[in-house]
Nanobody, 118 residues
Framework: QVQFVESGGGLVQPGGSLRLSCVASVNIFSILTMAWYRQAPGKQRELVARIGSSGSSGSTNYADSAKGRFTISRDNAKKTVYLQMNSLKPDDTAVYYC?????????WGQGTQVTVSS
């Protein structure tokens, strides 16, 4: 069974940065589209950023709220997907999760809490 282990969250002031990491326990990681999602209190889980497989040259797309501030990347050798988050805002406060980016989700991990507050 696939497992995702997210890390890198924390408390940061508005305007600050964080880099999230997610290690996936899956053998065919390099050919999978991966994504970051987030869920804020009282809200539904939403897609933040998606990155295609190496075969698609790692094409990326972002939610409007993340464009220009967040960057998704991957290291296939480490089976890890990253989310670099800059210029953080209080509205970015949420639990962040990684999972497959195609809708056929694996089991959700624990996520990593990101809190943006002064």
């Amino acid at each position: 069974q696939v497992q995702f282990v997210e890390s890198g969250g924390g408390l940061v002031q508005p305007g600050g940065s964080l880099r999230l990491s997610c290690v996936a326990s899956v053998n065919i990681f390099s050919i999978l589209t991966m994504a970051w999602y987030r869920q804020a209190p009282g809200k539904q889980r939403e897609l933040v950023a998606r990155i295609g497989s190496s075969g698609s040259s790692g094409s990326t797309n972002y939610a409007d709220s993340a464009k220009g501030r967040f960057t998704i990347s991957r290291d296939n050798a480490k089976k890890t997907v990253y989310l670099q988050m800059n210029s953080l805002k209080p509205d970015d406060t949420a639990v962040y999760y990684c999972n497959f980016g195609t809708g056929n989700f694996g089991s959700w991990g624990q996520g990593t809490q990101v809190t943006v507050s002064s």
